[in-house]
């Protein structure tokens, strides 16, 4: 786990669609919206974060929401999550917890960690030195930030159209 001050507290700012490869996107953003961090994510781990955003109750346990029930069940608790690693284009993520008064770092895919906070209400902390080496980190001014389209609220029919149109190749991503 890192130290506090090499990271930064962000939050989610939202969920949007790439233009292009409409593959989404979340989008984590500091507390005083200086600065935000677009990371692309799959899917499902799309629909997860938007069902937890937007207080949608599904009939049946997400995996997200049974791997809170099971670590509670356990008496762990998610202490907070770190983005920690940009490597090739790629992200990496570890989610911190607290095990029988011992903490525990466990290695995690971004989306993962993100919708287990959600979940959780744990803190998300993004290593300064990811924010520095993203190529696609930008400092927004007031009124200078592009509209960012928020997509936690499509309905469920919509979901189920848009993952009816995609086939297997489209579930492939790096995170």
Not at 25 to 32: A, G, P
Not at 34 to 62: D, F, H, Q, S, V
Not at 142 to 160: H, L, R
Not at 167 to 174: H, I, L, Q, S, V
Request: hydrophobic share 40%; with cysteine.
């Amino acid at each position: 786990m890192s130290k506090k001050e090499d990271t930064i507290e962000m939050s989610v700012g939202g969920l949007t669609l790439d233009p292009v490869t409409k593959t989404p996107i979340v989008i984590l953003k500091d507390t005083e919206n200086k600065l935000n961090l677009p990371i692309w994510i799959g899917l499902l781990e799309a629909t997860a974060m938007a069902t937890e955003i937007e207080g949608i109750k599904m009939a049946r346990p997400m995996t997200h929401d049974l791997l809170k029930t099971i670590l509670g069940e356990f008496g762990c608790s998610v202490e907070s999550v770190e983005i920690t690693e940009l490597k090739e284009n790629t992200y990496y993520a570890s989610i911190n917890l607290s095990v029988a008064g011992r903490q525990v770092m466990i290695d995690s895919r971004p989306s993962d960690a993100i919708a287990l906070a959600l979940r959780t209400k744990s803190p998300i902390y993004v290593a300064k030195a990811v924010l520095e080496a993203s190529s696609v980190l930008e400092q927004s001014d007031e009124g200078k930030e592009p509209p960012v389209e928020n997509i936690s609220n499509v309905s469920q029919e919509k979901w189920s159209e848009i993952l009816e149109k995609m086939g297997p190749g489209d579930f492939k991503y790096k995170q």
